[in-house]
T-cell receptor, first 117, second 116 residues
Framework: AQKITQTQPGMFVQEKEAVTLDCTYD???????LFWYKQPSSGEMIFLIYQGSYDQQNATEGRYSLNFQKARKSANLVISASQLGDSAMYFCAMREAKRGGADGLTFGKGTHLIIQP | GAVVSQHPSRVICKSGTSVKIECRSLDFQATTMFWYRQFPKQSLMLMAT?????????EQGVEKDKFLINHASLTLSTLTVTSAHPEDSSFYICSARKPGEYNEQFFGPGTRLTVL
């Protein structure tokens, strides 16, 4: 089973509109972390936002907010007032506590977001 | 800040040769670094976890003899692709975590490997 599912391979959004990128996850660990990264065409991975499984409030970072619905195992990214520079691939990722302490990230397949003027 | 660099950014090699990729944390000490591989238009896949002073932990399906990882210091991890073949052509990205901090991994800019 997929650990991270991003159901939107691609999205077109008008500039200045808000956009929601979907992410659902699957884990049996009570302690985990959820991340969103942006990857422009240059390839670098840009950290956007983090949500811990025990965090009571939804994370926010500037124009980015994470709609965390724990019971539904959902961690959607919301970008308000989209800009042309937001066009990129967006990856949802999860960190689980593994045996031995290894905590590399498991990534979803990504959503290619294109902002149109 | 937390800056992670990779060298080289791009490498082309002949089939059968070995290629070394360096990952450095420039302004912090990283006891743990991670190596990922990304094929074109696909997601990142964790290959291994690199721990300073100990053997790397490889993910299932990743050949440890083919992808040699050395984490000799708190700021440097290296990935050597041995006897590279065209199917090893990929984008290799490292990340590093600050000790005691689990809320963010800082990624390097990646290395694009092309094996002819």
């Amino acid at each position: 089973a997929q650990k991270i599912t991003q159901t939107q391979p691609g999205m077109f959004v008008q500039e200045k509109e808000a956009v929601t990128l979907d992410c659902t996850y699957d884990t049996s660990d009570p302690s985990y972390g959820l991340f969103w990264y942006k990857q422009p065409s240059s390839g670098e991975m840009i950290f956007l936002i983090y949500q811990g499984s025990y965090d009571q409030q939804n994370a926010t970072e500037g124009r980015y907010s994470l709609n965390f619905q724990k019971a539904r195992k959902s961690a959607n990214l919301v970008i308000s007032a989209s800009q042309l520079g937001d066009s990129a691939m967006y990856f949802c990722a999860m960190r689980e506590a593994k045996r031995g302490g290894a905590d590399g990230l498991t990534f979803g397949k990504g959503t290619h977001l294109i902002i149109q003027p | 800040g937390a800056v992670v660099s990779q060298h080289p950014s791009r490498v082309i090699c002949k089939s059968g040769t070995s290629v070394k990729i360096e990952c450095r944390s420039l302004d912090f000490q990283a006891t743990t670094m991670f190596w990922y591989r990304q094929f074109p238009k696909q997601s990142l896949m964790l290959m291994a976890t690199s721990n300073e002073g100990s053997k790397a932990t490889y993910e299932q399906g990743v050949e440890k003899d083919k992808f040699l990882i050395n984490h000799a210091s708190l700021t440097l991890s290296t990935l050597t692709v041995t006897s590279a073949h065209p199917e090893d052509s990929s984008f290799y990205i490292c990340s590093a975590r600050k000790p005691g901090e689990y809320n963010e991994q800082f990624f390097g800019p990646g290395t694009r490997l092309t094996v002819l």
